[in-house]
């Protein structure tokens, strides 16, 4: 563990102080990695700017373009949040996850954001293997239900994935937005291991089933 800090810290700041550096214009060095500190414990939640912006005094386009650069590196991504067909949905916000889910250390957060990682990872490969176009998003209204994320094919929704560390019970979320979606399979993904159910949710699969199991799957 101690190891791993350390090569935590060492890597944030290459990323900050020297791929930042020779691949970019910016110069506010110290403050891209406080913005870099910062990031952690926001993971899995939506992306205020304002908030950043206001921790770090700095204006709100600066903070964005911090954010883009950081991603540009692959230390960091965003989720849009699906609109298409969801009454009442988040049209703005992102959620922000980190390529190196350890640097979490909230273990819920953690896990979602290793999964998000596995997820995006897949959608790149479908998408450069031939099966269409891919990409991951998240859903949520306005009343707080969300869907942590949604696999759109082709622009369509096609895999709504839930995930909870230990929670088998069906999410409430599934009920919210499952005839909206009209996927025909979801996924709930736990943190435990061998666990393996199904439910129809209005005509949708859900499939309550070990993350471990699902993820190594995919590809």
Not at 21 to 34: A, F, K
Not at 68 to 95: H, I, N, Q, W
Not at 123 to 139: I, K, N, Q, R
Request: hydrophobic content about 45%.
């Amino acid at each position: 563990m101690r190891g791993a800090r350390l090569w935590r810290r060492e890597r944030v700041e290459a990323v900050v102080r020297e791929d930042l550096r020779d691949l970019s214009r910016i110069t506010e060095l110290g403050l891209v990695q406080m913005l870099a500190a910062l990031l952690p414990e926001r993971v899995g939640s939506l992306l205020s700017v304002q908030a950043l912006r206001e921790d770090l005094e700095v204006a709100h386009e600066t903070v964005r373009r911090w954010l883009t650069a950081l991603a540009e590196l692959y230390y960091c991504f965003e989720v849009k949040p699906f609109t298409t067909g969801v009454r009442r949905s988040v049209r703005k916000e992102g959620k922000l996850y980190l390529w190196d889910p350890g640097e979490v250390s909230d273990a819920g957060p953690r896990f979602e954001n290793v999964v998000a990682c596995h997820l995006l990872k897949a959608c790149h490969y479908w998408t450069d293997a031939g099966y269409g176009e891919f990409s991951l998003s998240y859903v949520r209204n306005r009343d707080g239900r969300e869907l942590d994320f949604l696999i759109v094919r082709d622009g369509a929704p096609w895999l709504p994935v839930e995930t909870k560390r230990a929670d088998v019970t069906i999410a409430p979320a599934f009920r919210t937005f499952a005839h909206r979606l009209g996927c025909p399979t979801a996924l709930q993904l736990v943190a435990r291991p061998d666990v393996r159910a199904e439910h129809d949710v209005d005509g949708t699969r859900v499939i309550v089933m070990s993350a471990a199991t699902a993820l190594s799957r995919l590809v």
